[in-house]
């Protein structure tokens, strides 16, 4: 059984850039309460019917294997508060949590089917669990919403909303990473983690073979391997999802683990609902820290390629010297 977390909160396991980002926001007075209740208004109500009329509400007698999961991951993480989960017939693997007063958590047929252990399956909605707990779901909504709007407006509003949606788009990818590190503390088996990322990003084995480890070379691949060429790529291709790829993810919850701040929270040095927190300034300062080192990181690549495009035009003129002057031409 997984060590349970007493009192454990939020702030042990959100990455430093969804928490800076989160805690700026809160940080306007009256700002969270607004949303939270006009969001909650127009939409937690007639999204609960959706799902009450066209879906299968889990509980003790109806899927008691997978709300025996739920229990599991809430026993863990210290929440009383047991969200209400919802099966819908989607082929679609996805789970996701909505709401804001009352959260509830919905697991499509598809991500039932996709994910075979029950390891896999608790991971799945202890992520969604972390959202509710770090309290995301009011932000995710005002993301959704304003990239929706994005999308739909003319130019030249579209374009002048362009930046706030990047920078929702990037803290709503880190808010994935947060919720990560909250399904492994709830399954607590890294291994089940990532081949549950595995299984996300390249289905079931079909009879086949898979292997977690090559998964996770491939995920050290994709972030080291190439050249800067292939790294403007990666931010191209990054920059309007709403999640990060699965290989970034399994890569990400790996160094958050290896760290020793997985093994720390485990060993019971985590922080506790109700203690103060390092404060707004300490949040900012740890998030620069890691996009510092995301820069350097990026500048490391360029100088490396620039030094190889260097030798490789210097070696092409000292080939050039070797080669023997052309026979002159003739004259006509």
Not at 82 to 101: C, H, M, R, S, W
Not at 156 to 172: D, I, N, T
Request: aromatic share 8%; net charge negative.
């Amino acid at each position: 059984m997984p060590i349970a977390l007493p009192q454990i909160s939020s702030r042990a396991w959100e990455h430093p850039a969804d928490r800076a980002a989160l805690n700026a926001l809160r940080a306007i007075p009256g700002f969270d309460e607004v949303v939270r209740r006009v969001a909650g208004f127009i939409t937690e109500r007639g999204v609960r019917q959706l799902f009450l009329a066209n879906a299968v509400q889990v509980g003790p007698a109806q899927r008691p294997r997978l709300h025996a999961l739920l229990l599991e991951a809430c026993a863990t993480m210290d929440w009383a508060e047991i969200p209400e989960l919802y099966v819908t017939q989607d082929p679609k693997a996805n789970a996701y949590a909505v709401g804001f007063e009352h959260p509830f958590i919905v697991v499509t047929s598809g991500a039932l089917e996709l994910l075979e252990s029950d390891d896999e399956r608790r991971f799945l909605l202890a992520h969604e669990l972390g959202h509710i707990m770090s309290g995301h779901m009011t932000y995710r909504t005002i993301a959704l919403i304003i990239l929706a709007v994005g999308s739909m407006t003319l130019f030249p509003v579209g374009l002048a909303l362009l930046p706030f949606q990047l920078a929702l788009l990037e803290w709503h990818r880190k808010s994935e990473l947060s919720a990560d590190r909250a399904g492994l503390l709830a399954v607590q088996d890294h291994l089940a983690a990532q081949r549950t990322l595995m299984r996300l990003a390249g289905g079931r084995d079909f009879g086949d073979a898979s292997s977690v480890d090559e998964f996770m070379r491939q995920a050290v691949a994709y972030e080291t391997l190439g050249d800067t060429w292939d790294r403007i790529l990666r931010m191209i291709n990054t920059a309007f999802r709403e999640h990060p790829f699965h290989t970034v993810r399994a890569g990400e919850l790996e160094r958050w683990r290896s760290s020793g701040a997985y093994d720390a929270i485990l060993a019971g040095g985590y922080a506790r609902r109700g203690d103060a927190g390092p404060g707004l300034g300490a949040d900012f300062s740890e998030a620069a820290r890691y996009y510092s080192g995301k820069a350097s990181s990026a500048r490391s690549g360029m100088s490396d390629a620039w030094t190889r495009a260097r030798d490789a035009f210097n070696e092409s003129f000292r080939d050039r010297d070797d080669v023997p002057p052309a026979d002159p031409i003739p004259p006509a």
